[in-house]
């Protein structure tokens, strides 16, 4: 099997990830997976298609991440990772992931700050005298 490519967003993370057969190897910006992360939800979160579909140590997982924050990061690769397995076997994978939530692009984004206020929806003060 060749390498599949396969591109996650959330946010403002974007998380470009390649997938090849091997031994379950998770490198992340050239670090691994356990560096990257320190938090174990945020493992978590990254490992939950591999869990899902249980392939967890039959994929090396390349990935470039780009922009955002730790948690928007980890969705980013999550979907990636989503994506990419859908790539290699639509049939027995899509259901279960698609089933997961894994496959949907949480399409939420900070909303801007708006001119005469101190935030997104927040108002000064009112001040009736």
Not at 73 to 81: D, S, Y
């Amino acid at each position: 099997m060749e390498q599949t490519h396969a591109l996650g967003r959330r946010k403002t993370a974007v998380a470009r990830v390649y997938l090849t057969e091997g031994t379950g190897n998770i490198v992340i910006n050239g670090r691994p997976l356990e560096d990257y992360f320190k938090e174990e939800t945020l493992r978590y979160v990254v490992l939950q298609p591999y869990t899902a579909t249980e392939t967890l140590g039959k994929f090396d997982t390349k990935v470039t991440l780009v922009g955002g924050g730790t948690k928007g990061q980890a969705e980013a690769v999550r979907l990636g990772i989503a994506r990419a397995l859908c790539e290699i076997d639509k049939e027995a994978y899509r259901s279960v992931l698609k089933a997961a939530g894994f496959l949907t692009r949480d399409a939420r984004e900070v909303e801007r700050k708006k001119p005469g206020q101190p935030g997104a929806r927040r108002r000064f003060q009112f001040s009736k005298r």
